[in-house]
């Protein structure tokens, strides 16, 4: 059996007006695994408004599970989208499975194709470059950040026509260059191309696509 644990936070903010003596009692009961009750008692002697804000912090015992039922719950998460190692040995530290535990699950995973890697990353890459209109360098920063080695995030770029990644990265440098106010010229370039390196697209692309629409504008 493995037990985890989660944190439980609430919250009360009371205001209290009186013009006499009051008592005020105020008992807050949060049931969980464990059952924690506090109580406060208040007394105001005078005409006062007063605001009282209470926070209680507890760690309870949540819930213990088999290791057949978190490696079923492993699976859960990797079938409901694709997921990285990391990803995946995060989700298990959550679960504070000992080391062999985790070997054990991970290799399962990985045997029964629940977890596959460069699956993982060409299903980021589209869903990056053609849902958000990410260019190559963003999604690759972000890729490394995950841990995935940089020569499978570059063998599968492929995922990204390059003619839908042309035409996408002039849709954005017509959308937002049409938008600056108050910019002339240059300024106006440059405060485009700025915008579309920050959304990972490569300088020399951005280059050739201003290129492009310039010669077709003649």
């Known amino acids: 059996m493995v037990s985890t644990l989660v944190r439980s936070r609430s919250s009360l903010t009371l205001t209290l007006t009186s013009t006499s003596t009051s008592t005020l009692t105020l008992t807050s009961t949060s049931t969980s695994t464990l059952t924690s009750t506090s ?18 912090t507890s760690t309870l015992e949540h819930k213990s599970y088999t290791f057949l039922e ?3 719950k492993l699976v859960n998460y990797c ?3 694709d ?10 530290r959550d679960y504070l499975l000992i080391p062999e535990a985790k070997e054990e699950i991970l290799l399962y995973l990985m045997r029964e194709n629940y ?3 460069e699956r993982f990353t060409r299903s980021y890459i589209r869903g990056k470059f053609y849902m958000k209109s990410w260019g190559r360098n963003k999604i690759r920063n972000h890729l490394k950040f995950k841990g995935v080695p940089e020569k499978l995030i570059n063998s599968c770029f492929d995922e990204i026509d390059n003619d839908d990644y042309h035409k996408t990265l002039t849709k954005l440098y017509q959308n937002y260059e049409s938008k600056i106010t108050g910019l ?16 990972g697209f490569e300088y020399e692309e951005i280059v050739e696509a201003i290129k492009d629409m310039e010669e077709g504008s003649e």
Do not use: P
Request: net charge positive; aromatic share 6%; proline share 0%.
């Open 39 to 56: 109580t406060l008692t208040l007394t105001s002697t005078s005409t006062s408004t007063l605001t009282l804000t209470l926070t209680l």
């Open 70 to 72: 978190l490696k079923q």
């Open 79 to 81: 079938v409901y989208q």
């Open 83 to 92: 997921r990285c190692h990391q990803e995946v040995e995060q989700k298990m």
């Open 115 to 117: 977890l596959n890697e």
């Open 184 to 199: 002339q010229g240059y300024q106006k370039k440059s405060k485009t191309i700025k915008y579309l390196l920050s959304k």
